[in-house]
C-alpha cells in the first residue's frame, strides 16, 4: 500500500453510516438458529428410538422452542435500543 492510500485510510475515521447493529443481529441469529435445528433434530431422534414417549418429549420440545425462541427476540429488540 502507498503511503498516500494510508494516510486516506486513517483520516476517513468516521465514514461509516447507518446502524451497524443490524449486522451484529444478523450474526446473532446464528445462535437461534442452531439451537433450534439441534433441539428438534434430538427431538425427532428421541421420538424415533421411544414413540411411546413422543407426547412428553414433544411437551419439552415446545418449551425449549420458546425459551429459543425468546433469545432470539431479545436479540432483535436490543439492536434496535443499542445504537
Not at 29 to 45: A, C, M, R, S
Not at 56 to 67: K, S
Request: proline share 2%; glycine share 16%.
Amino acid at each position: 500500500m502507498s503511503l498516500a492510500l494510508m494516510q486516506n485510510i486513517l483520516a476517513a475515521e468516521d465514514t461509516v453510516s447507518g446502524s451497524v447493529s443490524i449486522i451484529g443481529y444478523g450474526l446473532g441469529t446464528l445462535g437461534p438458529g442452531i439451537g433450534i435445528g439441534f433441539l428438534v433434530g434430538k427431538t425427532v431422534e428421541g421420538i424415533s428410538r421411544q414413540p411411546e414417549s413422543a407426547g412428553q418429549v414433544r411437551t419439552l420440545m415446545f418449551i425449549g422452542l420458546a425459551l429459543v425462541e425468546a433469545l432470539a427476540l431479545f436479540g432483535f429488540a436490543l439492536a434496535f435500543v443499542v445504537q
